[in-house]
C-alpha cells in the first residue's frame, strides 16, 4: 500500500484558503436559494409563517441538508426578509 505524501505548510494554507472560498459560495448559493423560494411564496399572498414552513419543506425536499428552522430564519433575517416596513411599525403605534 503507498503512503500518501505529506504536503508542505505552503500547500496545506493553499488548499484551506481555496475550502474556504469554496464554503463562502455554498453558504451564499443557499441564502439565495431560501430568499427566492421565500420571495415567491410571499409574492403569491402566503402569510409568513406558512411561507417559512413551506421554504423549509422546499429545501428539504430538494436535499439541503441545512434547511432546518434556526438556519433559514438567520438567512431571512440576514437578508432583512422578515423586518418590519416603517410606515407600518408608525401606524401602529398611532
Given at each position: 500500500m503507498?503512503?500518501?505524501?505529506?504536503?508542505?505548510?505552503?500547500?496545506?494554507s493553499?488548499v484551506?484558503k481555496?475550502?474556504?472560498q469554496?464554503?463562502?459560495?455554498?453558504?451564499?448559493?443557499f441564502k439565495?436559494?431560501v430568499?427566492?423560494?421565500y420571495d415567491?411564496?410571499?409574492g403569491?399572498?402566503?402569510?409568513?409563517?406558512?411561507a417559512?414552513?413551506?421554504?423549509?419543506?422546499?429545501l428539504?425536499?430538494?436535499?439541503y441538508?441545512?434547511a432546518?428552522?434556526?438556519?433559514?430564519?438567520?438567512?431571512l433575517?440576514?437578508?432583512?426578509?422578515?423586518?418590519?416596513?416603517?410606515?407600518?411599525?408608525?401606524a401602529?403605534?398611532?
Open positions: 503507498k503512503s500518501s505524501p505529506q504536503l508542505t505548510t505552503r500547500e496545506l493553499r484551506r481555496v475550502q474556504s469554496f464554503q463562502l459560495i455554498q453558504k451564499s448559493d439565495d436559494e430568499c427566492g423560494v415567491l411564496l410571499i403569491t399572498g402566503m402569510e409568513t409563517n406558512e417559512i414552513r413551506k421554504t423549509r419543506s422546499a428539504k425536499a430538494i436535499n441538508p441545512h432546518t428552522y434556526d438556519v433559514v430564519m438567520a438567512n433575517r440576514a437578508s432583512g426578509r422578515l423586518r418590519k416596513h416603517p410606515a407600518q411599525k408608525d401602529r403605534c398611532r
